[in-house]
Nanobody, 116 residues
Framework: QVQLTESGGGCGQAGGSVNLSCIVS????????MGWWRQAPGKEREFVAA????????YYADSVQGRAPISRDIAKNTVSLQVSNLRPGDTAVYYC?????????WGKGTLVTVSS
């Protein structure tokens, strides 16, 4: 059974940065992607960034392109997202996602609040 545990959320000021981490527990064999999604108050959950676990190929939403590198540490079963140049529009609950052949697994989320 896969379990995803996010950490690193909190309050930040516009222009600052936040580092989010997600520890992956459980099966990690096979091909899969890890990603971050977010859900702002009153809005639908949206894609932020993803990384292919084996090849390390990355994908980004236009809204964070160039300021939110995603990375993974295979030895530590961890995927990270560092969002810099924070904007109030980055305020959201950030969710970690494992997307593999057996479907999607979600973490419980970590809240990031950005003040102007």
């Amino acid at each position: 059974q896969v379990q995803l545990t996010e950490s690193g959320g909190g309050c930040g000021q516009a222009g600052g940065s936040v580092n989010l981490s997600c520890i992956v527990s459980g099966p990690t064999e096979g091909r899969f992607d890890m990603g971050w999604w977010r859900q702002a108050p009153g809005k639908e959950r949206e894609f932020v960034a993803a990384i292919n676990w084996d090849a390390g190929r990355t994908y980004y939403a236009d809204s964070v392109q160039g300021r939110a590198p995603i990375s993974r540490d295979i030895a530590k079963n961890t995927v990270s997202l560092q969002v810099s140049n924070l904007r109030p529009g980055d305020t959201a609950v950030y969710y970690c996602l494992k997307d593999g052949k057996n479907g999607r697994d979600w973490g419980k989320g970590t809240l990031v609040t950005v003040s102007s």
